[in-house]
């Protein structure tokens, strides 16, 4: 089956690093997508990788390996505005392209 | 200027009764897209849009049904309304990779 897995809840304190992994499971694949969403808003798009490796964009950088089925979100110097829902999704080749996203992990960051 | 718009924010109402949600986007892209997010956070696609033909119908009720007058427009019409569809429902639009989403519309069936 298609399914994406990811941990619910995450908690870590303001400045700390804190890793998100998320582990897909497709009948075809064009890429990771990483959104953000806070409390009461809509997700806003973080990154994409679509390639092995690793894509830096500030204080977050973001990990696929397509030969494992596996990414991860990083978070570095976290923030108290960083507690937020975090979502990863992949694109579906073969199936309309269609977008799936996981439950998303629930990050908390403590003074 | 806001790319993508929903209306209402918020809708209250009864069951049985028969309404719609409007989404417009400003970006110019292709594809439009309806998101469910129940109370659990759960995001789940409904439809999608490209250049006005419906490119993706997933498992949703008949009762649900995306109208899209023009590219910048995909409007959702519930009929019959259910206490099981209280949730926020999100509009969106991509381009490419990056989805942009509406702020939502917070439905809550009485």
């Known amino acids: 089956g298609q399914s994406l897995e990811q941990p619910s809840e995450v908690t870590a304190v303001e400045g700390a690093i804190v890793q998100i992994n998320c582990t897909y499971q497709?009948?075809?694949?064009?890429?990771l997508s990483w959104y953000q969403q806070h409390d009461g808003g809509a997700p806003t798009f973080l990154s994409y990788?679509?390639?092995?490796g690793l894509e830096e964009t500030g204080r977050f950088s973001s990990f696929l390996s397509r030969s494992d089925s596996y990414g991860y979100l990083l978070l570095q110097e976290l923030q108290m505005k960083d507690s937020a829902s975090y979502f990863c999704?992949?694109?579906?080749?073969?199936?309309?392209?269609?977008?799936?996203f996981g439950a998303g992990t629930r990050l908390t960051v403590k003074p | 200027d806001t790319a993508v718009s929903q209306t209402p924010k918020y809708l209250v109402t009864q069951m049985g009764n028969d309404k719609s949600i409007k989404c417009e986007q400003n970006?110019?892209?292709?594809?439009m897209y309806w998101y469910k997010q129940d109370s659990k956070k759960f995001l789940k696609i409904m439809f999608s849009?490209?250049?006005?033909?419906?490119?993706i119908n997933e498992t949703v009720p008949n009762r649900f049904s995306p109208k899209s007058p023009d590219k910048a427009h995909l409007n959702l019409h519930i009929n019959s309304l259910e206490l099981g569809d209280s949730a926020v429902y999100f509009c969106a639009s991509s381009q490419f990779e990056t989805q942009y989403f509406g702020p939502g519309t917070r439905l809550l069936v009485l």
């Open positions: 970006l110019g892209h292709d594809t």
């Open positions: 497709t009948s075809g694949f064009y890429g």
């Open positions: 849009y490209n250049n006005k033909e419906l490119i």
């Open positions: 990788n679509a390639l092995d």
């Open positions: 999704a992949v694109r579906e080749s073969g199936n309309n392209n269609d977008m799936r």
